[in-house]
């Protein structure tokens, strides 16, 4: 019989009679089922997280951080179970899951150190004025599948820590992972202050427009991110939205071609490319182009496509099918128009399994979709260029801007290139390095506000000013 995983709900595990298959992308066989909630259950987690609120804002700062420490350390005990689990439901490679579950763990641990301290306006003779950050309330946290773990993470670590309490609903697609982590977490974390709801697509209106929720943190694609803006604007809802990217790399003349080969791939490849910050354009200097992309297609021939849980892959299957047949559909616009392949292109989705194989394009025009459009797959269209401004204004020709890269043997050139980019996280000789100490955001439609750091803490917070005045106290 197949598992069913419960929902949290009020520190209670809760099952439903509506479920939803959870199916291995590896084998496309069913491994799961899970409750498949609605409106009566969102408003069950929601009344539970607005009775925990009342408390637990109040709760003191080193006691919630003591419960974001415990929750990291959880995960971290149940690694073994969670990064199998994860590879199962999601496709990534075993040691890209491990990689997923401790650094979700790391990150959760890291952000529970951040402080939220009152800070003084003014303190003259006439009056003392100071900010203090009370949380907002309710947040409502709505996860994508490609890291369903570390976001869903990065979003329970800084609203717990700020005094809120949160309603999380993973993707469909990816749960099981993160309901597995909450009944781990159950019995650490005070009832109400996190729960866990899982539903179709359909729950994600509810949970934006439910008239109980304050805010709304959001990772997901560009098109979604806009509808949660305008169903968040009928309460005015505070939103923090972690959209898509179409990132570019440069790499200019001076890099060191066998150095930077491998790096290259995997800034491309990591996650089968479904990564919202991996590079899914990649500008070479014509100095360099044949060596480079002849270097980057002869090491992509040593990288196994393949199931996640066997030993050796290195890219596993696309998460979904409707990704898998996005993915095949942009390959297949690029063989009409007749552009060249290093490698890679094949389009027929017969056998088992969401698998692409690896694929990169040889020099494809700017307006290729497959150049323009984010491809959330393993593809990669590496292009040439001649001149430092023609290779900035192609990079920021985009509706994106999340992140970019520059490879160089001179660092101070890479820095005085990214100052010209127009993304919220820029690179210089490496790529997808998060801190948990530095925001995260997107500039244009990548995104709006930030995660991470102190400044995507005090996203869960209202700034509150109390002014004395100090010499009109009535005698
Ligand atoms: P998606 O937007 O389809 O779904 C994300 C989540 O939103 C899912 O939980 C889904 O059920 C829910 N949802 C769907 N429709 C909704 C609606 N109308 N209202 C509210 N919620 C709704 O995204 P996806 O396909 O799961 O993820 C891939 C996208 O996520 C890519 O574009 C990628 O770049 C982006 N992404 C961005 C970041 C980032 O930090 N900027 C990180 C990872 C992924």
């Known amino acids: 019989m197949t598992k069913t995983f419960p929902n949290l709900i009020d520190g209670e595990m809760v099952e439903t009679s509506a479920t939803m298959e959870v199916v291995n992308p590896a084998n496309e066989e069913v491994i799961a089922l899970v409750p498949s909630c609605g409106k009566d259950e969102l408003d069950r987690a929601v009344a539970a997280a607005r009775r925990a609120f009342k408390t637990w804002s109040k709760t003191p700062i080193e006691d919630r951080r003591k419960v974001v420490q415990a929750i990291s350390g959880v995960i971290k005990e149940n690694a073994d179970e969670l990064f199998r689990l994860l590879t199962t439901e999601q496709g990534k490679p075993h040691d890209q899951a491990k990689g997923e579950i401790f650094g979700a763990a790391g990150m959760a641990a890291a952000q529970s150190t951040l402080d939220l301290d009152d800070e003084i306006n003014e303190d003259s003779d006439a009056r003392l004025s100071r900010t203090r950050r009370v949380p907002v309330g309710v947040v409502g946290g709505i996860v994508p599948w490609n890291f369903p773990v570390m976001m869903a993470m990065q979003k329970v670590a ?44 359909s729950l994600g209106p509810l949970i934006t427009g439910h008239p109980d929720i304050d805010k709304i943190t959001f990772t997901g694609s560009t098109a979604t991110g806009k509808k949660i803006m305008e169903g968040a604007s009928a309460d005015l809802k505070r939103i923090t939205l972690e959209l898509g990217g179409n990132d570019a790399s440069i790499v200019l003349p001076d890099a060191n071609v066998e150095k930077v080969a491998e790096q290259l791939f995997w800034s491309s490849f990591s996650n089968a490319g479904q990564i919202c910050v991996a590079a899914k354009r990649i500008y070479i200097h014509e100095d360099i182009y044949d060596d480079l992309s002849a270097a980057i297609a002869e090491y992509a021939k040593t990288v196994k496509v393949g199931d996640g849980s066997e030993q050796g892959t290195g890219v596993g299957p696309i998460q979904n099918k409707k990704q898998y047949e996005r993915v095949l559909e942009l390959v297949q616009d690029a063989k009409d128009n007749g552009y060249k392949f290093l ?133």
């Open 343 to 475: 490698t890679g292109g094949d389009t027929d989705p017969s056998g088992t399994g969401y698998y692409v194989p690896i694929t990169i394009l040889d020099n494809p025009p700017e307006d290729a979709r497959i150049v323009a459009e984010e491809q959330f797959g393993p593809v990669m269209p590496l292009m040439k260029f001649a001149t430092e401004d023609e290779v900035i204004e192609r990079a920021n020709n985009s509706e994106y801007g999340l992140a970019g890269a520059i490879w160089t043997a001179n660092p101070d050139k890479g820095v005085e290139m990214a100052e010209q980019l127009e993304t919220g996280t820029v690179w210089i000789n490496e790529f997808l390095h998060l801190s948990p100490f530095a925001p995260f955001g997107g500039h244009k439609q990548s995104g709006f506000g930030a995660e991470y750091g102190k400044e995507g803490l005090l996203e869960f917070t209202y700034p509150q000013v109390i002014t004395v005045k100090k010499d009109n106290v009535p005698a």
């Open 158 to 201: 800084p609203a717990i820590l700020s005094g809120c309490t949160i309603v999380l609903k993973p993707s469909p697609f990816t749960p099981l992972a993160t309901l597995r982590i909450a009944e781990l977490i159950k019995d650490v974390v005070p009832a109400g202050v996190v729960n866990i709801i899982t539903g179709e697509d």
